[in-house]
């Protein structure tokens, strides 16, 4: 069974700060990483995708990636209380077709005022 | 921006009866799927779809469920006879590639 373990939360920082979300997963030949934001009874959002080693960053987030150590993480620069949601690290299948995801249970950010 | 669209946003069935669940995904994307998220818990995988066959389906998806892509443009999950724990968020989403767009998913309540 593929696992993808993140932090459950609640993790809360003041605004303005850098939140830092963690994702581990267990399948050793995914390829393609990626996080999601999901507001409160809303559908998943596609936020950052990271495919090698290191980082990668677009606007105020930053993807991390360590294949070795099967690490992901995202971090949010000057976090808004708009980030508040629940941030969401999925994984392609490797051994699986067509780019099937495994998700984590996700990590609730609240970013206080 | 293009989205994948989903009907209805909420449905109500009792228990027993089938459910069709619709998606119009992006015009130009190839591959198809359904997920589910059960309240609380993951987002969960249930099947993929590719040049009108299923490619892979997980252990959820088992007889009671089917895909079908009738038209060019629609993709549908029916439920056929809906169970209490089939209650949950059904997401569909569709890619060219790896990394997909997901619709805004139906709020299925069994009762």
């Not at chain 1, 303005?16 to 050793?28: E, F, K, P």
């Not at chain 1, 987030?61 to 941030?87: C, E, G, H, M």
């Not at chain 2, 309240?39 to 252990?59: A, M, P, R, T």
């Amino acid at each position: 069974q593929k696992e993808v373990e993140q932090n459950s939360g609640p993790l809360s920082v003041p605004e303005g700060a850098i939140a830092s979300l963690n994702c581990t997963y267990s399948d050793r030949g995914s390829q393609s990483f990626f996080w999601y934001r999901q507001y409160s009874g809303k559908s998943p959002e596609l936020i950052m995708s990271i495919y090698s080693n290191g980082d990668k960053e677009d606007g105020r987030f930053t993807a991390q990636l360590n294949k070795a150590s099967q690490y992901v993480s995202l971090l949010i620069r000057d976090s808004q209380p708009s980030d508040s949601a629940t941030y969401l690290c999925a994984v392609n299948d490797s051994g699986g077709s067509n780019y099937k995801l495994t998700f984590g249970k996700g990590t609730l950010l609240t970013v206080n005022p | 921006e293009p989205e994948v669209t989903q009907t209805p946003s909420h449905q109500v069935t009792q228990m027993g009866q089938e459910v069709i669940l619709r998606c119009v995904p992006i015009s130009n994307h190839l591959y198809f799927y359904w997920y589910r998220q059960i309240l609380g818990q993951k987002v969960e995988f249930l099947v993929s779809f590719y040049n009108n066959e299923i490619s892979e389906k997980s252990e959820i998806f088992d007889d009671q469920f089917s895909v079908e892509r009738p038209d060019g443009s629609n993709f549908t999950l029916k439920i056929r006879s809906t169970k209490l724990e089939d209650s949950a968020m059904y997401f569909c989403a569709s890619s060219v590639a790896v990394g997909y767009t997901f619709g805004s998913g139906t709020r299925l309540t069994v009762v």
